[in-house]
Nanobody
Framework: VHVVESGGGLVQAGGSLRLSCAAS??????????MGWYRQAPGKQREFVAR????????NNADSVKGRFTIFRDHAKNTMFLQMNGLKPEDTAVYCCDAGLLSRLGMGTAWGQGTQVTVSS
């Protein structure tokens, strides 16, 4: 299973970006469960940003992004999005997504390589 993020870039404070996370290669072996976004700024630990359930019916956002970021997904296409509005310089980080995997052999997680988001003041 491959997970690929896209949509990062350089934006001014107050601007918006939409990140995408696409999972592929599941075939008939895996199904995608919950998916989530995390970020890691230079010199800091990775932190949780947002998560969405399999159907998209439930989401959870970190307090630092509530009211500004919206997570949603297209379950049929194994694709997830993060709409980021009102960006702040402190949002600068590499944003990674993870996809929960389910198969007859058990459960696992696939991670992407990340996409850089830089917010200038």
């Amino acid at each position: 299973v491959h997970v690929v993020e896209s949509g990062g870039g350089l934006v001014q404070a107050g601007g918006s970006l939409r990140l995408s996370c696409a999972a592929s290669g599941t075939g008939t072996t895996f199904s995608i469960n919950a998916m989530g976004w995390y970020r890691q700024a230079p010199g800091k630990q990775r932190e949780f940003v947002a998560r969405i359930t399999t159907s998209g019916g439930s989401t959870n956002n970190a307090d630092s992004v509530k009211g500004r970021f919206t997570i949603f997904r297209d379950h049929a296409k194994n694709t997830m999005f993060l709409q980021m509005n009102g960006l702040k310089p402190e949002d600068t980080a590499v944003y990674c997504c993870d996809a929960g995997l389910l198969s007859r052999l058990g459960m696992g997680t696939a991670w992407g390589q990340g996409t850089q988001v830089t917010v200038s003041s």
